[in-house]
């Protein structure tokens, strides 16, 4: 795999921030265990020193006579003398001690040469060949030696002066143990901190990887959906927000691909069905076209013919458009009593002219949860269609009313009606009965009223009105 | 023979109109027929050309496409109306559902035609909303009449010379939409829109029923007919 295209990646990043927080903490709490046992091990070591030059010290003071200021440094000869020699045992770990004076050079002890290390803040570190031949690590204080004199010009002291000497006492102590532990402590947390950064480097790998995995194939999905296949869904992995988020694209998806299926129907039904009308109308403008003269009558005709294929296109849209669900979101408290009148009213002129009568049975008060203008064109439809069939003389039967909690509309004509066995098909888009062929209109306005009342969750009823047919809409009645 | 010229133009002193659309082949349709009928007619064939010509010259009325390059319809109308120019502007649309029409209006549209539409349609709404923003302001009188046809709003009287003409409601409100747009063309869709507020067509044609029994009682018994039938448009009212 190309390296610069992983650096880019958030695998990459997440892992490194992984490592960082990882080192930072395990260096942290390493340095804090160093320093309160390492540590404390050093203090104790320092004490011990620490003592031993406070007892030197102390009993270097008491020796001091002014008058013979080298008493004192006598008597603290004699000691480092006697305790250098000495096998001064304390777990192991021997003593040092070395006296110089100012030039340096050796008055007693147990060293033989002045370590050269750097004196930091009274305290040195060097390395010294012990009695068995190794070189062995020593940690030791410098004490300067202060010598009090008196004025010597008298018979009696009286005034003390303080003089620094120049000589210098050492005392130091094998560190061996100590250096060993300090060693084992740094080598151990070193690895333990390697192993951690790598521990780190491979859990956050994994991590940022298992997270990635899931938004590399969302991505090879969605790739497959643009391609066309919109059958495709997000795998939805765990119960975390990934799953989450695959879950509302999937239930997107699924709105997308119901759209998409009632477009394609629409497209197709269009290219089916208005396919006929549309070779119908070429045809004849072809004829036209022939003529030498074409007349008015033959071009309007055409007209005619061209707003009849528009009149089902946009009907055809229109039942899409309501199917979709697209009127739903302003819907609204509407009654259909006046509605219902109101569509009445545009039609009975009409009607009176066909010597047909339009008998209203209407409630007010009959409120639904809608769409004024659908139910309205639904209604216009189903009385619209009721007119066509209705032979002079009959009468169309428009009632309204309330049941409980559903509001009954009923639109019925003493027409031929619909053989039982064909109710069915006629709420299909272009389903016409052959024997109505005659008619105009475009065969879309049952299943229109079908879409609306869909829309409007309610129920739609094609029965015999013994004679005729007879359109019974339920809807819920508004709460 | 294009529709527009079956009737006269809307009158002595010419009306111009810029046409805002990208399909040539309707702008020049258009084009054509409304300076047939006496407009004077330029045209844009994007968003940024019509904004510009909207804003620098005077027109009477704009004819604006929802889909243009550069500048959509819509804005176009919005920033015109943002700075203040209030030319009455009709919107040509593939979109023709309730929802896009709301929005349209919204936009500060003036009227609403779906494509594709009769020239005449055009014709008639066009000529509608001019006259609507030069009469902008008689909306509340209380009297409407055409030669000896009076109609008194306020006490909902129809009387033709001393004649009272007794109308149903629905008629009342169709005589008074076609007095507020008399001597213009008024077409089945506009009486559907204006007068019962139906924003689609039933597919009988009962508009004609609907003003063949107003005419029996504004006109019948008249020497002078005063509501005509326009052939292939709808109808106008005129003495």
Redesign the interface.
């Given at each position: 795999m190309p390296l610069p295209a992983i650096l880019r990646t958030s695998v990459f990043r997440l892992t490194i921030l992984y490592v960082v927080l990882f080192g930072i903490s395990a260096a942290g709490l390493g340095g804090f265990i160093y320093l309160t046992t390492v540590g404390y091990l050093q203090r104790q070591t320092d004490e011990v020193i620490e003592t031993e030059i406070s007892v030197l010290r102390e009993e270097f003071e008491r020796a001091q006579d002014p008058l013979r200021p080298t008493v004192a440094l006598n008597r603290l000869r004699e000691m480092i003398n006697n305790r250098g020699s000495q096998v001064q045992q304390l777990g192991d770990e021997w003593f040092y001690y070395m006296l110089v004076d100012r030039n340096t050079r050796k008055v007693a002890g147990n060293l033989e040469i002045w370590p050269e290390a750097e004196v930091n803040d009274g305290w040195i570190e060097f390395d010294v060949e012990a009695a068995d031949g190794q070189m062995v690590p020593v940690r030791a204080s410098i004490l300067p030696l202060i010598i009090q004199l008196s004025a010597l010009n008298g018979p009696r002291p009286t005034t003390l002066s303080v003089e620094e000497t120049g000589d210098r006492l050492l005392v130091g102590r094998e560190i061996r143990e100590l250096s060993a532990i300090n060693q084992r402590f740094i080598r151990a947390l070193t690895l333990g901190l390697g192993l951690t950064l790598l521990v780190a480097f491979a859990g956050g790998l994994a991590l940022a990887i298992s997270a990635q995995r899931h938004v590399v194939e969302m991505s090879r999905t969605t790739r497959k959906i643009i391609a066309g296949d919109l059958s495709q869904r997000l795998p939805v992995i765990g119960h975390d927000e990934h799953a989450e988020l695959a879950k509302s694209v999937n239930s997107m998806l699924d709105q997308i691909e119901h759209l998409m299926g009632g477009l394609r129907h629409v497209g197709d039904s269009i290219a089916h069905d208005l396919r006929g009308p549309l070779t119908r109308l070429r045809t004849r403008l072809e004829a036209l076209a022939a003529e030498p003269a074409p007349t008015r009558q033959s071009v309007d005709e055409c007209l005619t013919q061209a707003d009849g294929v528009l009149a089902t296109f946009n009907a055809l849209l229109r039942i899409a458009r309501v199917e979709s669900g697209a009127y739903r979101k302003a819907f609204a408290n509407v009654d259909l009593g006046p509605i219902a009148a109101d569509v009445a009213e545009l039609y009975e002129a009409t009607a009176e002219e066909n010597l047909v009568e339009i008998r209203k049975r209407i409630t007010d008060n009959s409120v639904v949860f809608g769409d004024r203008e659908l139910l309205a064109q639904a209604l216009t439809n189903l009385i619209d269609n009721a007119l066509k069939y209705t032979p002079v003389g009959g009468h169309i039967d428009l009632e309204v009313k309330r049941s409980d909690d559903r509001i009954i509309v009923v639109v019925a004509d003493s027409g031929p009606g619909i053989p039982a066995e064909a109710r069915e098909r006629v709420l299909q888009r272009f389903a016409r009965l052959d024997e109505s062929r005659s008619k105009p209109g475009n065969g879309l306005g049952l299943a229109l009223v079908r879409a609306v009342c869909d829309q409007h969750d309610g129920k739609l009823v094609l029965s015999d009105n013994a004679p005729g047919l007879r359109v019974t809409m339920t809807l819920p009645a508004a709460r | 023979m294009l529709p527009g010229s079956r009737w006269p133009g809307p009158g002595t002193s010419e009306l111009r109109v810029l046409i805002i659309e990208d399909d040539r082949d309707v702008s020049a349709y258009v084009r054509q027929g409304l300076t047939q009928a006496g407009w004077n007619v330029d045209v844009a064939d994007d968003g940024r050309q019509g904004l510009l010509l909207a804003t620098t010259e005077k027109y009477d009325a704009l004819v604006v496409d929802r889909m243009l390059p550069h500048v959509e319809g819509l804005t176009l109308i919005r920033t015109l109306r943002a700075s203040d120019n209030t030319t009455p502007a009709l919107i040509l649309s593939a979109l023709?559902?309730?929802?896009d029409r709301v929005k349209g209006l919204q936009a500060g549209g003036d009227d609403y035609l779906v494509k594709?539409f009769a020239f005449s349609e055009l014709l008639a709404r066009l000529e509608a909303l001019v006259r609507r923003a030069k009469t902008a302001g008689n909306l509340n009188e209380t009297t409407l009449s055409l030669a000896d046809l009076e109609v008194d709003l306020l006490k909902r009287e129809v009387r033709r010379g001393s004649q009272l003409i007794d109308l149903q409601p629905?008629e009342f409100q169709l005589l008074e939409f076609l007095l507020r747009h008399q001597g213009q063309v008024v077409t089945r869709t506009m009486l559907l829109e204006g007068v019962?507020n139906?924003?689609?067509?039933?597919?009988?044609n009962?508009i004609d029923?609907?003003i063949s029994?107003l005419r029996g009682k504004i006109d019948k018994g008249f020497d002078k007919p005063l509501l005509h039938t326009v052939r292939?448009a709808g109808y106008r009212l005129s003495a």
């Amino acid at each position: 795999m190309p390296l610069p295209a992983i650096l880019r990646t958030s695998v990459f990043r997440l892992t490194i921030l992984y490592v960082v927080l990882f080192g930072i903490s395990a260096a942290g709490l390493g340095g804090f265990i160093y320093l309160t046992t390492v540590g404390y091990l050093q203090r104790q070591t320092d004490e011990v020193i620490e003592t031993e030059i406070s007892v030197l010290r102390e009993e270097f003071e008491r020796a001091q006579d002014p008058l013979r200021p080298t008493v004192a440094l006598n008597r603290l000869r004699e000691m480092i003398n006697n305790r250098g020699s000495q096998v001064q045992q304390l777990g192991d770990e021997w003593f040092y001690y070395m006296l110089v004076d100012r030039n340096t050079r050796k008055v007693a002890g147990n060293l033989e040469i002045w370590p050269e290390a750097e004196v930091n803040d009274g305290w040195i570190e060097f390395d010294v060949e012990a009695a068995d031949g190794q070189m062995v690590p020593v940690r030791a204080s410098i004490l300067p030696l202060i010598i009090q004199l008196s004025a010597l010009n008298g018979p009696r002291p009286t005034t003390l002066s303080v003089e620094e000497t120049g000589d210098r006492l050492l005392v130091g102590r094998e560190i061996r143990e100590l250096s060993a532990i300090n060693q084992r402590f740094i080598r151990a947390l070193t690895l333990g901190l390697g192993l951690t950064l790598l521990v780190a480097f491979a859990g956050g790998l994994a991590l940022a990887i298992s997270a990635q995995r899931h938004v590399v194939e969302m991505s090879r999905t969605t790739r497959k959906i643009i391609a066309g296949d919109l059958s495709q869904r997000l795998p939805v992995i765990g119960h975390d927000e990934h799953a989450e988020l695959a879950k509302s694209v999937n239930s997107m998806l699924d709105q997308i691909e119901h759209l998409m299926g009632g477009l394609r129907h629409v497209g197709d039904s269009i290219a089916h069905d208005l396919r006929g009308p549309l070779t119908r109308l070429r045809t004849r403008l072809e004829a036209l076209a022939a003529e030498p003269a074409p007349t008015r009558q033959s071009v309007d005709e055409c007209l005619t013919q061209a707003d009849g294929v528009l009149a089902t296109f946009n009907a055809l849209l229109r039942i899409a458009r309501v199917e979709s669900g697209a009127y739903r979101k302003a819907f609204a408290n509407v009654d259909l009593g006046p509605i219902a009148a109101d569509v009445a009213e545009l039609y009975e002129a009409t009607a009176e002219e066909n010597l047909v009568e339009i008998r209203k049975r209407i409630t007010d008060n009959s409120v639904v949860f809608g769409d004024r203008e659908l139910l309205a064109q639904a209604l216009t439809n189903l009385i619209d269609n009721a007119l066509k069939y209705t032979p002079v003389g009959g009468h169309i039967d428009l009632e309204v009313k309330r049941s409980d909690d559903r509001i009954i509309v009923v639109v019925a004509d003493s027409g031929p009606g619909i053989p039982a066995e064909a109710r069915e098909r006629v709420l299909q888009r272009f389903a016409r009965l052959d024997e109505s062929r005659s008619k105009p209109g475009n065969g879309l306005g049952l299943a229109l009223v079908r879409a609306v009342c869909d829309q409007h969750d309610g129920k739609l009823v094609l029965s015999d009105n013994a004679p005729g047919l007879r359109v019974t809409m339920t809807l819920p009645a508004a709460r | 023979m294009l529709p527009g010229s079956r009737w006269p133009g809307p009158g002595t002193s010419e009306l111009r109109v810029l046409i805002i659309e990208d399909d040539r082949d309707v702008s020049a349709y258009v084009r054509q027929g409304l300076t047939q009928a006496g407009w004077n007619v330029d045209v844009a064939d994007d968003g940024r050309q019509g904004l510009l010509l909207a804003t620098t010259e005077k027109y009477d009325a704009l004819v604006v496409d929802r889909m243009l390059p550069h500048v959509e319809g819509l804005t176009l109308i919005r920033t015109l109306r943002a700075s203040d120019n209030t030319t009455p502007a009709l919107i040509l649309s593939a979109l023709g559902e309730v929802d896009d029409r709301v929005k349209g209006l919204q936009a500060g549209g003036d009227d609403y035609l779906v494509k594709p539409f009769a020239f005449s349609e055009l014709l008639a709404r066009l000529e509608a909303l001019v006259r609507r923003a030069k009469t902008a302001g008689n909306l509340n009188e209380t009297t409407l009449s055409l030669a000896d046809l009076e109609v008194d709003l306020l006490k909902r009287e129809v009387r033709r010379g001393s004649q009272l003409i007794d109308l149903q409601p629905r008629e009342f409100q169709l005589l008074e939409f076609l007095l507020r747009h008399q001597g213009q063309v008024v077409t089945r869709t506009m009486l559907l829109e204006g007068v019962w507020n139906y924003h689609f067509d039933p597919q009988t044609n009962v508009i004609d029923v609907h003003i063949s029994r107003l005419r029996g009682k504004i006109d019948k018994g008249f020497d002078k007919p005063l509501l005509h039938t326009v052939r292939g448009a709808g109808y106008r009212l005129s003495a």
